[in-house]
Nanobody
């Protein structure tokens, strides 16, 4: 199992920036990708950005050009730099670790961190 601890959420005005951090511990050797998801009230959880062990990244169209995902392998930490924030970015942001398990994958989740963007 992988434990994920997020930090960095908060309240920011539209146009501002925040950086989220997610520190992983436990069976980190089995992780092959990490990412950030978000869930706004009344909506489904959606992928925001992901990064593989090889460094390949993927972004939701709504955040391309504004958000950047990165990782520090020495610290077992993944970051989400969020710039030019919009009110529609308001959500609980969850860190995700996808790890190899047998012939498939398992997902581990952090507890979530609230991001609120005021207009």
């Amino acid at each position: 199992q992988v434990q994920l601890v997020e930090s960095g959420g908060g309240l920011v005005q539209a146009g501002g920036s925040l950086r989220l951090s997610c520190a992983a511990s436990g069976s980190i050797f089995s992780i092959n990708a990490m990412g950030w998801y978000r869930q706004a009230p009344g909506k489904q959880r959606e992928l925001v950005a992901s990064i593989t062990n090889g460094g390949s990244t993927n972004y939701a169209d709504s955040v391309k050009g504004r958000f950047t995902i990165s990782r520090d392998n020495a610290k077992n930490t993944v970051y989400l730099q969020m710039n030019s924030l919009k009110p529609e970015d308001t959500a609980v942001y969850y860190c995700n670790a996808r790890r190899v398990y047998g012939l498939g994958y398992l997902n581990d989740w952090g507890q979530g961190t609230q991001v609120t963007v005021s207009s």
